[in-house]
């Protein structure tokens, strides 16, 4: 099984990566088959 961490704290900060950003990249990692490890 494939797994991904979305929504680490210092993508968050230096990639000013949002709560929607991080939605949509869970959403695009189940739609694949890769479960999301937050």
């Known amino acids: 099984m494939d797994y991904v ?3 680490h704290s210092e993508r ?3 990639f ?3 709560d929607e ?3 949509k990249k869970v959403l695009k990692a189940l739609e694949v088959g890769i479960d999301p490890i937050l």
């Open 12 to 14: 968050r900060q230096y």
């Open 5 to 7: 961490v979305i929504g």
């Open 21 to 23: 950003t991080v939605n």
């Open 16 to 18: 000013n990566e949002t």
